[in-house]
């Protein structure tokens, strides 16, 4: 998911205290593999994209030490750091930050701050960052970091302590030419601004300005790029545009639903409403709603905002879930959390696309039921790849003191994102494989030439 998306769906609610969801769950996070050994949890998400990966060996010749050094994180970076909270009192959290990868470029991607966060969704995470960058012809590798934590549960104060203290502990771990984060699910551009902040106090003061650059996402004022915000977004609606003209599908008067609608969902919702394509169905952690006349994203959004989700929105209907993704619609638009396109969805799914804006929303038996009914997916690896590419021009700009214009900020993207979406239906075309397969194998292809010629060293 791409980044800064919204939090959890159709949960129950719990009746644990923050600090115990917050600390209890770090020794139960184990459950028995079914082949015997341990698992984290979060490990479903892990397991999902491992047999993803290995489904795609089989179509790119891969040498074996590239696959083994695929196969596993090159650092897994765990921090227990306290903070006083604004009771007085102190409380531990865990961190993390997973690199998987930085054969093409520094490790890239984005920090998550999540209750469900887990070493296990973590590292699927910046394995799939890898392949994103490689994909998008980026010269950065994978890596994902995330704090176990309720956000609502804290205050602002709360949360720049929460923050400074894991880039202080982060240290060297980190660095404008080695790792750079990002934004993701429950961070945002102010929570980049703080990890910046402290990062450049941490360090020689000398070059303090020249290490702006140790984040992405950040806000316009202290240095971020224009449309990056709406990036991931801005991405998701290039790859439908590109689809719409393959398959000679109108975007005006278009049906879609989504899932979703933090930065991502309702970016994407913007944008597509002002091509004329028509919103009937909206699900957050709140609930669901429909329209069959349409649902105002600009409304919607100001409603979200004033209200913490889309429940009570005036404008349409309340519905519940199954009829939310039961909806007739031409396109469906996950932009939340992992896991949501299950079997049962969808078999119930009455679209012809799904478009995965958030990371990994689509389950292993989900994936043949929506082959089987000829709904077409696009997989995150290049649906929701916005948010990185612009991430890449903010750094790209932070290095070289430019402000470039939104304008060039879009088309740079458009053309990014479009050259990825047809190398990916290329290959598919041609091994007659799922657009999944193919955009792993050509991201793998392209990691597979550069360490076949660099050779492993030592
Ligand atoms: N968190 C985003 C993603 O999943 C963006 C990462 C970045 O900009 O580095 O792609």
């Given at each position: 998911?791409?980044d800064e998306?919204?939090?959890?769906?159709?949960r129950e609610a719990?009746?644990e205290?923050?600090a115990?969801?917050?600390?209890?769950?770090?020794d139960?996070?184990?459950e028995?593999?079914?082949?015997?050994?341990e698992?984290e949890?979060?490990?479903e998400f892990?397991?999902i994209h491992?047999?993803?990966?290995?489904?795609t060996?089989?179509?790119?010749d891969?040498?074996?030490?590239?696959e083994?050094i695929?196969?596993e994180?090159?650092?897994?970076?765990?921090v227990?750091?306290?903070?006083?909270?604004d009771d007085?009192d102190y409380r531990?959290f865990?961190?993390y930050r997973?690199?998987?990868?930085?054969i093409?470029?520094?490790?890239k991607g984005?920090?998550?701050?999540?209750?469900?966060?887990?070493?296990?969704e973590?590292?699927?995470?910046?394995s799939?960052?890898?392949?994103?960058c490689?994909?998008?012809e980026?010269?950065?590798g994978?890596?994902?970091?995330?704090?176990?934590?309720?956000?609502?549960?804290?205050?602002g104060?709360?949360?720049e302590?929460?923050?400074?203290?894991?880039?202080h502990d982060?240290g060297?771990?980190?660095?404008p030419?080695?790792?750079i984060?990002?934004?993701?699910?429950?961070t945002?551009?102010?929570?980049?601004?703080?990890?910046?902040?402290t990062?450049?106090?941490m360090h020689n003061?000398?070059s303090?300005n020249?290490?702006?650059?140790?984040?992405?996402?950040k806000?316009?004022?202290?240095?971020?790029?224009r449309?990056?915000?709406?990036?991931?977004?801005?991405g998701v609606?290039?790859?439908i545009?590109?689809w719409?003209?393959?398959?000679?599908?109108?975007?005006?008067?278009?049906?879609y639903?989504?899932?979703?609608?933090?930065?991502v969902?309702?970016?994407?919702?913007r944008?597509?409403?002002?091509?004329g394509?028509?919103?009937?169905?909206?699900?957050?952690?709140?609930g669901?709603i429909?329209?069959r006349?349409g649902?105002y994203?600009?409304?919607l959004n100001e409603?979200?905002?004033?209200n913490?989700?889309?429940a009570?929105y005036?404008?349409?209907?309340?519905?519940?879930?199954?009829?939310?993704?039961?909806?007739?619609c031409d396109?469906?638009?996950?932009?939340?959390?992992?896991?949501?396109v299950?079997?049962d969805?969808?078999?119930?799914?009455?679209?012809?696309l799904?478009?995965?804006?958030?990371?990994?929303?689509?389950t292993l038996e989900?994936?043949?039921?929506l082959?089987?009914?000829?709904i077409?997916?696009?997989?995150?690896v290049?649906?929701?790849?916005?948010?990185?590419?612009v991430?890449?021009?903010?750094?790209?700009?932070?290095?070289r003191?430019?402000s470039?214009?939104?304008q060039?900020?879009?088309?740079?993207?458009?053309?990014?994102m479009?050259?990825?979406f047809?190398?990916m239906?290329a290959?598919?075309?041609e091994?007659?494989?799922?657009?999944?397969?193919?955009?792993?194998?050509v991201?793998?292809?392209?990691?597979?030439?550069?360490?076949t010629?660099?050779?492993?060293f030592?």
């Amino acid at each position: 998911m791409a980044d800064e998306v919204t939090t959890d769906f159709g949960r129950e609610a719990e009746t644990e205290t923050t600090a115990q969801r917050e600390r209890g769950r770090r020794d139960a996070d184990t459950e028995t593999d079914p082949e015997g050994g341990e698992v984290e949890d979060g490990n479903e998400f892990y397991r999902i994209h491992q047999t993803q990966l290995a489904r795609t060996m089989e179509h790119v010749d891969l040498e074996n030490h590239v696959e083994l050094i695929l196969s596993e994180p090159k650092n897994e970076i765990i921090v227990n750091f306290p903070v006083q909270m604004d009771d007085g009192d102190y409380r531990l959290f865990t961190g993390y930050r997973i690199q998987h990868n930085n054969i093409m470029g520094p490790y890239k991607g984005g920090i998550r701050y999540h209750h469900d966060v887990t070493l296990g969704e973590i590292k699927a995470l910046a394995s799939v960052m890898t392949y994103k960058c490689a994909l998008l012809e980026i010269p950065f590798g994978g890596a994902k970091g995330g704090i176990r934590m309720v956000t609502d549960d804290h205050s602002g104060d709360e949360l720049e302590s929460i923050t400074r203290r894991f880039t202080h502990d982060l240290g060297t771990n980190i660095g404008p030419e080695y790792d750079i984060p990002a934004p993701d699910m429950g961070t945002n551009g102010q929570t980049m601004v703080w990890m910046m902040d402290t990062y450049m106090n941490m360090h020689n003061q000398l070059s303090k300005n020249a290490r702006r650059r140790i984040v992405t996402g950040k806000t316009i004022a202290s240095g971020g790029s224009r449309g990056r915000e709406k990036a991931t977004g801005q991405g998701v609606v290039y790859c439908i545009q590109e689809w719409a003209d393959e398959r000679g599908v109108r975007l005006d008067g278009c049906e879609y639903i989504l899932q979703g609608f933090g930065n991502v969902g309702s970016h994407t919702a913007r944008i597509l409403s002002r091509l004329g394509a028509v919103l009937v169905g909206v699900q957050d952690h709140t609930g669901s709603i429909m329209n069959r006349d349409g649902i105002y994203p600009r409304k919607l959004n100001e409603h979200v905002e004033n209200n913490g989700g889309i429940a009570g929105y005036p404008e349409a209907e309340s519905i519940d879930g199954d009829e939310f993704w039961g909806l007739d619609c031409d396109i469906c638009i996950p932009a939340a959390l992992e896991l949501q396109v299950d079997e049962d969805v969808a078999s119930s799914l009455d679209c012809d696309l799904v478009i995965e804006a958030a990371n990994g929303p689509t389950t292993l038996e989900a994936e043949p039921v929506l082959a089987d009914r000829d709904i077409e997916v696009i997989p995150d690896v290049v649906a929701n790849a916005g948010g990185v590419v612009v991430s890449y021009f903010e750094w790209v700009q932070n290095k070289r003191s430019e402000s470039w214009q939104l304008q060039e900020v879009d088309s740079r993207l458009h053309f990014m994102m479009k050259r990825a979406f047809h190398e990916m239906r290329a290959f598919a075309r041609e091994h007659d494989v799922d657009n999944r397969t193919a955009a792993f194998a050509v991201a793998l292809d392209r990691l597979n030439d550069v360490y076949t010629e660099r050779g492993v060293f030592p």
